[in-house]
């Protein structure tokens, strides 16, 4: 099945310790990327990358570090985790940039909480 | 810089109507428009995807128009069922290869049996 993976979907943990969330698709997708959900706030993109070795800033990206070492691979890391970082998390891909019209594939989310 | 604006933010109508909902984008200079439904803690599905060239869109009881002209699309749903009860977002691509993308804030569906 054609999916977009993320893990852990739930995790608690505490300010400082790093984290790191992966994402993996299945469908040899060049484009990926990062979005966090607030209420009242929306979905902000946080990184994206449009390759392997290439990612860039979205509009959020304070806080956070990405790599992209692997195509089907797009982990977030989070260095020194804040409260401020607690946040609903979903990871996107897409065949190619969104400009070809190929949409995305959204993964089912992981919900972060930072006491 | 683009703005994406869902109105209205929450929607409560009775089953079997049909209903449309609205989605503003500030900057028509668009590659397409993307409608995704989210159920509550759940990831985003993919509704519809308008190109820009396309002027609507139909998946069974859904249609998506597409005017960028006036900066807007509207997702038109037939015969309304209390399983469309959910959140609906808009997005747009935006910047060179689109690899920015704005989400609209979303309307939020309730479908009363």
């Known amino acids: 099945e054609a999916q977009v993976t993320q893990n852990p979907r739930y995790l608690i943990t505490v300010t400082g310790k790093k984290l790191t969330v992966t994402c993996s698709q299945n469908?040899?997708?060049?484009?990926m990327s990062w979005y966090r959900q607030d209420p009242g706030l929306g979905l902000r993109q946080i990184y994206y990358?449009?390759?392997?070795?290439?990612?860039d800033k979205g509009d959020v990206p304070e806080g956070y570090k990405v790599s992209r070492k692997e195509k089907r691979n797009f982990p977030l890391i989070l260095e020194s985790p804040s409260p401020n970082q607690t946040s609903l998390y979903f990871c996107a891909s897409s065949l190619s940039p969104p400009e070809r019209n190929y949409g995305y594939t959204f993964g089912s989310g992981t919900r972060l909480t930072v006491v | 810089k683009q703005e994406v604006t869902q109105i209205p933010a929450a929607l409560s109508v009775p089953e079997g109507e049909n209903l449309v909902l609205n989605c503003s984008f500030t900057?028509?200079?668009?590659?397409?428009l993307q409608w995704f439904r989210q159920d509550p803690g759940k990831g985003l599905t993919s509704l519809l995807l308008i190109q820009s060239s396309q002027r609507e869109q139909t998946s069974g009881r859904l249609n998506a128009s597409l005017d960028k002209s006036s900066g807007r699309s509207t997702l038109y749903i037939a015969a309304s069922q209390p399983g469309d009860s959910a959140t609906y977002l808009c997005a747009v691509p935006q910047g060179t290869g689109g690899f920015k993308t704005i989400f609209g804030a979303g309307t939020r569906l309730f479908v009363k049996a």
């Open positions: 990358s449009m390759n392997v070795e290439v990612t």
């Open positions: 900057d028509s200079a668009i590659y397409n």
């Open positions: 469908m040899n997708h060049e484009y």
